[in-house]
């Protein structure tokens, strides 16, 4: 059961990963169609803002996230010992090097794990969840972000981020040539291709509209199928889905964090806002706790 949840857990994640580099594609596309007349000029934009963005977030993202979410690091294990040594034992099961160790002062109890590589990964976790959680469930949720660290999820979510906002600033380009002046169609709309044309336009235009929506649909879709992973990666690691469940379950019994940054919300082992469930999943950025935990339980 675990194995085939982790290979279906991955095989979702490459789909929804291919969604969001033709959503990219389709949002320059439609950019350069509408405002710079020509598809290819605007898909070629794409692709360059994506790989501009998506380098500058790897080279920067541990320093980046940890400002952005107040924390603070420990530079030894005389720092905060049983905290250390419980991250330097699951980063030894996971076969990966020792991340950097970071404290977040807030009584809400959350983790997450962040950087561009194994080699340059750094965990997180919060005061609140040294004080509520036993060693035992500190472990489950340990191995949980070390799973995220040795299967790249840290470099995947740290990617989406980044396509996340070269589409807001092709979307913005695109905005602001327009009410510059820029985007006019050419005169020959008027000839026998003028229906065709106008239609490209107009879903063009609503696909620009959409875009910030669905980039953000696509990013919240990726988190939430890394998390189970993740779970499950844990329970490979420690031997035991009984810490974790646990761990969850005061998580998730818990008040919202103070100052997560909403940008990091997806990294975050749970939601640190707390949202108020909707009738779907869309838009939350993590799994209902009660599906994690039920699947858990059958493990």
């Keep these: 059961m675990l194995f085939e949840q982790i290979a279906r857990n991955k095989r979702h994640t490459v789909y929804v990963m291919a969604a969001f580099v033709v959503l990219v594609a389709l949002i320059g596309a439609a950019v350069g169609y509408v405002f710079f007349n020509s598809m290819m000029a605007g898909l070629v934009m794409a692709i360059v803002v994506a790989v501009v963005y998506s380098a500058i977030m790897i080279g920067q993202s541990t320093d980046v996230v940890m400002n952005l979410n107040h924390a603070r690091e420990l530079h030894s294990a005389d720092d905060d010992p049983e905290l250390w040594h419980i991250v330097e034992d699951m980063a030894m099961v996971a076969k990966v090097p020792m991340p950097r160790v970071f404290i977040i002062d807030d009584e809400s109890p959350n983790?997450?794990?962040?950087?561009?590589?194994p080699e340059h990964s750094a965990v997180a976790v919060t005061t609140g969840i040294q004080a509520r959680l036993t060693?035992?469930?500190m472990e489950g949720v340990i191995g949980h972000e070390m799973t995220h660290v040795r299967n790249y999820d840290i470099r995947l979510q740290t990617i989406a981020l980044a396509l996340t906002a070269a589409i807001s600033l092709l979307v913005n380009w695109g905005l602001n040539s327009f009410w510059w002046g820029g985007g006019r169609r050419r005169d020959d709309d008027r000839d026998g291709n003028g229906s065709i044309q106008i239609l490209l336009m107009l879903v063009s235009v609503i696909l620009i509209?959409?875009?910030p929506l669905a980039a953000s649909l696509v990013q919240m879709a990726l988190s939430r199928n890394r998390e189970y992973l993740a779970d499950a990666g844990s329970v490979e690691l420690t031997r035991n889905?009984?810490?974790?469940i646990d761990a969850l379950n005061k998580i998730d019994d818990s008040q919202p964090m103070a100052q997560a940054d909403p940008s990091s919300a997806a990294l975050y082992i749970s939601d640190p806002f707390k949202a108020k469930k909707t009738w779907t999943h869309l838009f939350e950025t993590h799994p209902p706790m009660a599906d994690r935990i039920a699947r858990l339980e059958k493990m």
Excluded at 111 to 117: E, K, L
Excluded at 241 to 244: A, F, H, S, T, V
Aim: zero cysteines.
């Design 111 to 117: 983790a997450f794990a962040t950087g561009n590589s």
């Design 135 to 137: 060693r035992e469930e």
């Design 209 to 211: 509209v959409l875009a």
């Design 241 to 244: 889905p009984k810490g974790l």
